[in-house]
């Protein structure tokens, strides 16, 4: 049933959900690598006044194993008040979580009860393939058309990867989202500048190159994504293509600014072929056509063959490996997930291109395994992964593990789940909350983390 | 004439609704005039807006005058009712799943056509109907095609004119005071109201001539 007021986190605008009260809980889907136990989709306390701060207090199982839980997302947020697609009385209620490797989706409600969400609806994999003509769902937003999820196999689980939509409140499949897809074939992350009727989407691979892990041959081919692409939103037409070019691979996660009138992003490559440096990139509009421009480079870190996975041994480095990056809701600082060194760093992006290191600090690390204040001087491993952070930007939450097959790959002695949090000052640095640390129970590991009430990579605005 | 006057004063309600509803067009006029940073384009989207509503609004009122000739007046007020019901009906499940065309780079045109396609989903044009019946076409009175029409044209032109002056009213206050903050509170689910009011109209006009 419609609300008559609309949904009270809602926002107009950026800086007004920055005023949004603390969050109290966080959901964070969880996996078993070994396929044996049903995912989760776990629920964390997240308020520090509370008894079982830092801890899991529910954790909802799928019906099925080996689905692969990974990304997520509500059923509608903010842009429900857009004035040209206005949805405002429809409720932020659904989470709706996509098995990467199964491509089931699960609808589950967290409306009676937040603390413990149910499941309500399961999409199965062969209904969605046939009528999305896609398979592998990955990115979820809620968007002015109702819920889009960016895919990355087509029907066969080959490629082109790509969108498809899906409605708001009934979850029923609607269909493939591109009414011409030009040249884009690769799928992975999409989001959009609602001010600027522009889609973007990013590349990884077709799920045959990734499912069984990395493999190098394509990774040193140059056969992994490095693209972006440009859409035109509402016509759901391909306008521009952007190529990182040959020494760049894995082109990653999107965050647009959160301001509609801005027009520029940031996205994270994964790793240079030349110097295995991950990297920065900054999008931005260029009188009609789009641009990008390398802002921020992090080097690899020299270390002895015997600290290294086979992967690595030959390299005598460690990879920094920037698999996510998340921007505050002013837009001012971005944060930076190196999945390989154990860093978590913080850029302030006021001047989008010309980033300036505000704050870092380190736990696991394929070579470091730092420890955690709370962790009792205990090794650490996997990485800064996943991250999100709070509306008002002075928390920041992140997991540690990547993708099964691919954690086995860099942390083949098996990665051990923890989810941390970081306070944030509003004038720039970062560090540990000594309170939140959340080890992970041995059957799983954590992977996206969503805020309750929306956080900075789940709603999009119409109004600066 | 009392009857009359109640007539013509709920086609400038009916007006007044509609430029009352944010999703129908001083909300869009606002936020192109915040997100290009130009209070001109606030007012001067406004004009696209109302056009595109009266544009619409025309089309069925004509529509329902060729009809009102061609055939008798029970026939007429069922057809009307049950399309009322219908529309209704179409609200209840259908209205979240529009395509969105129009984004916040689209032009003055575009503004046009948005609020004309707005406009006609909604069903403005059809609940002008049940009002239009009794001075369009007054029991027993057969004159031509002329004074049908040109009292359809004067009633769209009050309906339009009501709708233009709430909503720039609106689009004035939200923009140049309140801010859009505001919606959080006040965007109360005139669309529920609408829904209501289509099944309710439709409804009577069916009751009213069987």
Known sequence: MAAWTPDPSFYPSPRMAMKAAPETLAYVAAFDPDRKVPDALAVVDVDPGSKSYSSIIASVAMPNTGDELHHFGWNACSSCLCPNAPHPHSERRYLVVPGLRSSRIHILDTKPDPRKPKIVKVLEPGDIAERAGYTRPHTVHCGPEGIYVAALGNREGKGPGGIFLMDHETFDVRGQWELDRGPQYLAYDAWWHLGHDTLVTSEWGTPDTFENGLIPEVLLGAKYGRRLHFWDLHKRKHLQTIDFGDKYQLVFELRPAHDPTKAYGFVNCVVSLENLSSSIWTWYKDGDRWAVKKVIEIPAEPASEDQLPPLLKGFKAVPPLVTDIDLSMDDKYLYVACWGTGDLQQYDVSDPFSPKLTGKVRIGGIVSGATHPLAKGARLNGGPQMVEISRDGRRVYFTNSLYGAIDAQFYPEGIEGWMVKLDANPGGGIDFDGKFFVKWPKTHRPHQVRLEGGDCSSDSYCYP | ?210
Not at chain 2, 116 to 138: E, R, S
Request: charged letters at 5%; glycine letters at 12%.
């Open chain 2, 1 to 210: 004439m009392a009857e009359e006057w109640r007539s013509w004063l709920a086609l400038a309600g009916l007006g007044a609704f509609h430029g009352l509803n944010p999703a129908m067009g001083w909300l869009f006029a606002v936020a192109l005039g915040l997100h290009r940073q130009s209070r001109a384009m606030v007012y001067l989207s406004l004009v696209p807006i109302a056009l595109g509503h009266a544009l619409s609004v025309a089309l069925v009122g004509a529509a329902f005058v060729l009809a009102g000739l061609s055939v008798n007046a029970q026939v007429l007020g069922l057809g009307c009712g049950l399309l009322l019901i219908g529309w209704g009906l179409y609200h209840w499940g259908y209205r979240h799943r529009h395509r969105v065309r129009f984004g916040m780079q689209t032009g003055l045109a575009g503004i046009f056509l948005w609020s004309f396609l707005v406009t006609t989903a909604h069903g403005a044009g059809p609940m002008l109907w049940p009002i239009l019946m009794p001075i369009c076409f007054p029991s027993g009175a057969t004159s031509g095609a002329a004074e049908p029409a040109s009292i359809a044209v004067a009633g769209v032109m009050v309906h339009s004119a009501a709708m233009l002056a709430v909503t720039a009213t609106i689009a004035c206050v939200v923009h140049e005071w309140l801010g859009v903050g505001i919606l959080r509170r006040v965007w109360v689910n005139l669309d529920a109201v609408w829904t209501v009011a289509l099944l309710a109209a439709g409804t009577m006009l069916l009751i009213a001539s069987l």
